[in-house]
């Protein structure tokens, strides 16, 4: 009964390949977020959206582009991807902009 | 920028004492604010939240607010070694940007038995 889930948990690519990450959540909540964790632990933000709606965009590359098909799911696809894209990435969801964030389990990438 | 400050730590107490982190963040505008805790190589997890000043209390957890001051910490009394994490300060942002949770940095806490 995990509440958000990713998958994969792990992800092994070379450099310039296309790759997807997916995300599902069972809470019932409408908002939805992709958060990439760097090597030096700091949680920043990538995207943020509201009824499959996108609200936040925090200068992302192009290369990155989350697509909600409806309110439970968030995925995230990234092109050609670069060795700097290596870190965990992890999806979560609240209800509304204003309430607390649950996380799912992570997905580690690691490009070479 | 908006931004949340936390010591990086670590911060090391022993087994039962009081451990103290800290937070200041600079969007005088903020509502909401929460404490996570990380485990190395885990999801961050929700320990507390906080919306209005004063204390709130939860079990060995206290979260303080300060608005005024701009400040939130977090107490956790008779630790645990099992306490041992990073704890994750996050604050949503004011206006049209309220669906941004920003982090801080993590204050490392260590609880040795």
Known sequence: ?112 | QKEVEQNSGPLSVPEGAIASLNCTYSDRGSQSFFWYRQYSGKSPELIMFIYSNGDKEDGRFTAQLNKASQYVSLLIRDSQPSDSATYLCAVNESGGSNYKLTFGKGTLLTVNP
């Open chain 1, 1 to 112: 009964d995990t509440a958000v889930s990713q998958t994969p948990k792990y992800l092994v690519t070379q450099m310039g390949n296309d790759k997807s990450i997916k995300c599902e959540q069972n809470l019932g909540h409408d908002t939805m977020y992709w958060y990439k964790q760097d090597s030096k632990k700091f949680l920043k933000i990538m995207f943020s959206y509201n009824n499959k709606e996108l609200i936040i965009n925090e200068t992302v590359p192009n290369r990155f582009s989350p697509k909600s098909p409806d309110k439970a799911h968030l995925n995230l696809h990234i092109n050609s991807l670069e060795l700097g894209d290596s870190a965990v990435y992890f999806c979560a969801s609240s209800r509304g902009g204003l309430r607390e964030a649950f996380f799912g389990q992570g997905t580690r990438l690691t490009v070479v």
